[in-house]
């Protein structure tokens, strides 16, 4: 929470940061804010508690959230990706293309179709009837977990999760790898050696964010249930729900020196301040 939000101030506070890629991270923070807070501390309550109850409305709410921000965190990496296209394959009309007024829409489609979509997938699993236990086993209600307590035919439903999982996974996954095929062909293309370099290292922390974040989701999602083993994706959710929002601040400053710079800048000039 701590790292997420000193990028979010540190975006705000300083006018270098005040570009397209940083303004696409600082959204990419409060994303990942939203999904900590919406599963961790209800995990922790359980844990010290040693009572997993939960009402059946805050589940359901539960569910809704952590998918709309899954898919809004996959088409936000899409639209990052689209960015450091224009940035790296067409720098002379980067600023153009690029502007504030296209940055807002972008954002806006993201978090938009990433809250409207799950709507289709919360509709029609409470349309479908409860049997039988109503025990999950999984720290939070996942939507796949919740589906196992459906009654009757729910291939349908299986049916809708999987197309809405192609929109919001698989398409914006050929967008980022479409994107970095032509930033690849462009980078060798580029006589000056510190101009690869330059490149290259600017595309490295975006890489490893969405293998992180498409990788676990895949492993979740885009594949057979039958034979799953629960065990593991209380693993792999683990990962993509705690770890990664905690080491995608690391990433993406860990070798930034404009963050390096900006976080300087800050606590000089808070220090200063003190000291008058």
Known sequence: MVSNFVIIMLVHLDFRLHTP??????????????FITNIVPQMMAHMLARDGRISFNRCVAQMYITCSLGCTEGLLLGAMAYDRYVAICCPLVYVGVMNKGRCLTLAAISWACGFLLPVVFTHCLLNLPFCGHNNINHFFCSLHMVSKLMCGDIQQLEAIILVG??????VPLCVILTSYALIITSVVRMSSGEGRSKAFSTCTSHLLVVTMFYGSLITLYMRPRSGTDTSHDKHVSIFYVVITPLLNPV???LRNKDVHAAVAKVFCRGGAGHKD
């Open 251 to 253: 990433i993406y400053t």
């Open 21 to 34: 890629m940083y303004f696409f991270l600082s959204n990419l923070s409060v994303l990942e804010m939203c």
């Open 165 to 170: 999982g192609v929109v919001v996974l698989l």
